[in-house]
């Protein structure tokens, strides 16, 4: 069974850190690209960054470019999100999602995590 | 970015047919892809590539279109199918949501 457990949330001030973590179990996680999506409170979903299955590639959305980082470690089967410089209009629920291999959409989702920036 | 438009709500009966559509501001050939999310829950996976059922959903959903026109489909809907419905495409970077249609049943 596939499994995608984020931690890492909190509440944290404006300008400050954090750093999300995403444990995948139940498939070979270096196969698979993975990406992250937020959900703002009572908004809908907003693709934030993607990672290729071997790391060499990462993209993300303009907002967020220069101040997150996508990363991976294959060999713990674990996606990390290190958010820097972090603005009030990034709190939301962040879900990890791993991407079918041939075509970008998201075949599974963890079940979230909170972040809330805030002073 | 591809702007994607989605009737904000909708009202249906259980065992009524209903339709969701989405709209794409510029092509997105067949890359529209839906997920359905309940209350409090993450999303899950309902059609890929727009027409294709995902493994596991039941035959009652089912998808159309392409270019900038799509739609989502339930037949015949069922109490368990209240939940927000979004459609996402993967064709012009970056890749985007539509803004949700919320599902109720009367």
């Known amino acids: 069974e596939v499994q995608l457990v984020e931690s890492g949330g909190g509440l944290v001030q404006p300008g400050r850190s954090l750093k999300l973590s995403c444990a995948a179990s139940g498939f070979t996680f270096s196969n698979y690209g993975m990406a992250w999506v937020r959900q703002a409170p009572t908004k809908g979903l907003e693709w934030v960054a993607t990672i290729s299955y071997d790391g060499s590639s990462t993209y993300y959305r303009d907002s967020v470019k220069g101040r997150f980082t996508i990363s991976r470690d294959n060999a713990k089967s674990t996606l990390y999100l290190q958010m820097d410089s972090l603005r009030s209009e990034d709190t939301a629920t962040y879900y990890c999602a791993r991407e079918d291999t041939t075509v970008p959409y998201f075949d599974y989702w963890g079940q979230g995590v909170m972040v809330t920036v805030s002073s | 970015d591809t702007v994607l438009t989605q009737s904000p709500a909708l009202a249906v009966s259980p065992g009524e047919r209903v339709t969701i559509s989405c709209r794409a501001s510029e092509s997105v050939s067949t890359l529209m892809h839906w997920y359905q999310q309940k209350p409090g829950q993450q999303p899950t996976l309902l059609i890929y590539?727009?027409?294709n059922l995902e493994s596991g959903v039941p035959a009652r959903f089912s998808g159309s279109g392409s270019g900038t026109d799509f739609t989502l489909t339930i037949d015949p809907v069922e109490a368990d199918d209240t939940a927000t419905y979004y459609c996402?495409?993967?064709?012009?970077?970056?890749?985007?949501f539509g803004g949700g249609t919320k599902l109720e049943l009367k």
């Open positions: 996402q495409q993967s064709w012009n970077d970056p890749w985007t």
């Open positions: 590539l727009a027409s």
